[in-house]
């Protein structure tokens, strides 16, 4: 009943999971009927990024309703490994000549992935992704920030990050092998994307909301992300630094001639401590942040020579191997 072993996949969706095995139980009976209407060889990979659920009892139960054209399969990672991760194991197990990548909590409409296959299969671009408009369910600090980061990731003049445009999108084969390609460890893919190049097209949403459960991504995950994203796609921080120097530098050559001209035109003593302590604890705290934002970069070249694999797969599944 299941599609020939030498038959072409056309498309591959990656829906990475961590905890969400009842939302992907919802979801995937909507993706095997959108993609048994495209009639194309298509395969879907579920990434098991290291789930407390039981996200395997829901592939061994879709994996017997799959329609003809499409084959399940699962991949577990060895443990949570972050959902960067989790992506690069999709992209790495996907054979389809066009890769499509989607959250597994029904965030991301299946009306989208077909606006967005229909752009790349009729238009010259090589990479669709889905911009998301209102993101009505976000705090106003939360936008705040988020509006403020991609400002300050707007560095480079040869590859420009597309604000919002996040995971969701479907990518030409030559998309993916660039991107498998690229040998880092940290991994911030939404900057990736852009470095790769290629010709991309944007279109825009609006995120539903998770069918059930809370996102993973608070506060305090997406400062370690944007920290990721920052030192790996920029020197901004470093350049600053120095510059932050030159200026305290300035300032003290100022006040040191001031307090000298003080003396010798005015006669004026010198004020006592108060002066002293505010001078040594501003420079303190300056010397404390630079060596800060040097430690991150070291941190990150800490991370990179280990050269540790992105994840571990623990098993893999297909549901044409299983009976
Ligand atoms: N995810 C993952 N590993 C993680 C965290 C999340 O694979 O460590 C998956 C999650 O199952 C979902 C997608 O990444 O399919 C987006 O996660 P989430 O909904 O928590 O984030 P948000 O929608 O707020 O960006
Ligand atoms: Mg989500």
């Not at 979801?27 to 298509?42: G, N, Q, T, V, W």
């Not at 993101?135 to 980061?149: C, D, G, P, Q």
């Not at 050269?307 to 623990?314: C, F, K």
Request: charged share 25%.
């Amino acid at each position: 009943m299941n599609i020939e072993i030498d038959e072409v996949i056309q498309l591959s969706i990656i829906l990475p999971a961590y905890n969400d095995a009842k939302n992907v139980d919802v979801i995937l009976p909507k993706l095997y009927s959108f993609l048994e209407s495209r009639a194309d060889c298509s395969e879907v990979i579920l990434v098991d990024d290291g789930s407390k659920d039981n996200l395997y009892d829901v592939f061994a139960k879709q994996s017997q309703l799959t329609p003809k054209n499409v084959t399940l399969n699962l991949v577990q990672l060895s443990r949570n490994f972050g959902k960067e991760a989790a992506l690069s194991a999709g992209l790495e197990e996907a054979s389809g000549q066009l890769v499509a990548m989607m959250d597994s909590d029904g965030q991301h409409p299946i009306s989208v992935l077909d606006e967005m296959l229909n752009v790349i299969e009729h238009s010259p671009v090589d990479m669709v992704a889905a911009v998301q408009e209102t993101r009505a369910y976000e705090s106003i600090f939360l936008k705040l920030y988020k509006n403020i980061f991609y400002r300050f990731m707007q560095d480079s003049q040869r590859y420009q990050l597309e604000p919002h445009a996040g995971d969701f999108r479907v990518m030409k084969r030559k998309v993916v092998d660039a991107l498998l390609n690229l040998p880092e460890r940290q991994r911030f893919m939404k900057g990736l994307y852009s470095w790769v190049g290629f010709k991309a097209l944007y279109v825009p949403f609006q995120a539903e909301q998770r069918i059930e459960g809370k996102s993973s991504f608070n506060f305090s995950h997406l400062f370690e992300l944007a920290l990721i994203a920052i030192t790996s796609f920029s020197v901004k921080p470093l350049r600053w630094i120095s510059r932050m120097g030159f200026l305290v530098s300035i300032m003290a050559i100022l006040y040191g001639l001031f307090i000298i001209a003080d003396t010798i035109f005015f006669g004026r003593d010198l004020e006592g401590w108060p002066t002293l302590a505010v001078g040594i604890m501003f420079s303190a705290g300056l010397q404390l942040i630079c060596l800060g934002v040097i430690g991150e970069y070291i941190g990150r070249i800490y991370d990179e020579v280990k050269q540790r694999p992105l994840y571990i797969v623990d098993k893999k599944w297909d549901s044409k191997k299983q009976d």
